[in-house]
Nanobody, 120 residues
Framework: QVRVVESGGGLVQPGGSLRLSCVAS????????MGWYRQAPGKQREFVAT???????NYADSVKGRFTISRDNAKNTAYLQMNSLKPEDTAVYYC??????????????WGQGTQVTVSS
């Protein structure tokens, strides 16, 4: 069983910054990919930023240059530094972790989400 927990959301004014954290815990052998997604009210969940195949990073066009994903492999933790926030960044942000558990079975786990609200 792999558990993913996000934290760091909150209310911030336009132009402000927030840093989200995501911790994967449980019977983890290795975490191969971690990423962030978001879902705004009335919209589908969308990709924000991910790590893939090592240290390669991918960003949605809407957040390039403003958001930075990073991770600590030893702690199975990922971060999302969000700068120059806009009202359209308001959403519930979800973390996804993919890897192998101690039985060498693939896991693909989601957190419960953390609310980010950008408003004056």
């Amino acid at each position: 069983q792999v558990r993913v927990v996000e934290s760091g959301g909150g209310l911030v004014q336009p132009g402000g910054s927030l840093r989200l954290s995501c911790v994967a815990s449980g019977s983890i052998l290795s975490t191969n990919g971690m990423g962030w997604y978001r879902q705004a009210p009335g919209k589908q969940r969308e990709f924000v930023a991910t790590f893939s195949s090592g240290d390669n990073t991918n960003y949605a066009d809407s957040v390039k240059g403003r958001f930075t994903i990073s991770r600590d492999n030893a702690k199975n933790t990922a971060y999302l530094q969000m700068n120059s926030l806009k009202p359209e960044d308001t959403a519930v942000y979800y973390c996804n972790a993919v890897g192998l558990d101690r039985w060498r079975m693939t896991f693909n786990s989601w957190g419960q989400g953390t609310q980010v609200t950008v408003s004056s």
